[in-house]
């Protein structure tokens, strides 16, 4: 199995920026993808970023390119989203994501996911 554990999540100001991680542990070893995903209050859970745990392969969501950038630690076990630019429309729980079937391109559907954290609240204010 394997676990999820989301941090760096939390309060800031509009235009501001934060960084949320995500350290696998367990069998970390079958994993080829991770990403990210969130729900803010009252919409369906979203699909934010995702990084092929190589770091060769990249995928993200309309909403946040540009703003919005996924690396992953191999060696950690660890994936990372650093959000610049927040707008309050960034506002939602954010969660981490994993999965040991390997792609072309990280997948952006949460049911190409196995593994999940149990999500870290980004709250951005005006």
């Known amino acids: 199995q394997v676990q999820l554990d989301e941090s760096g999540g939390g309060l800031v100001q509009a235009g501001g920026s934060l960084e949320l991680s995500c350290a696998a542990s367990?069998?970390?070893?079958?994993?080829?993808?991770m990403g990210w995903f969130r729900q803010a209050p009252g919409k369906a859970r979203e699909f934010v970023a995702a990084?092929?745990?190589?770091?060769?392969?990249?995928n993200y969501a309309n909403s946040v390119k540009g703003r919005y950038t996924i690396s992953v630690d191999t060696a950690k076990s660890t994936v990372y989203l650093e959000m610049n630019d927040l707008k309050q429309e960034d506002t939602a729980v954010y969660y981490c994501?994993?999965?040991?079937?390997?792609?072309?391109?990280?997948?952006?559907?949460?049911?190409?996911?196995?593994?999940w954290g149990q999500g870290t609240r980004v709250t951005v204010s005006s």
């Open positions: 367990g069998r970390t070893f079958k994993l080829d993808v």
């Open positions: 994501a994993a999965d040991s079937v390997s792609a072309t391109m990280p997948g952006d559907l949460e049911e190409e996911y196995e593994y």
């Open positions: 990084i092929t745990t190589t770091g060769k392969m990249r």
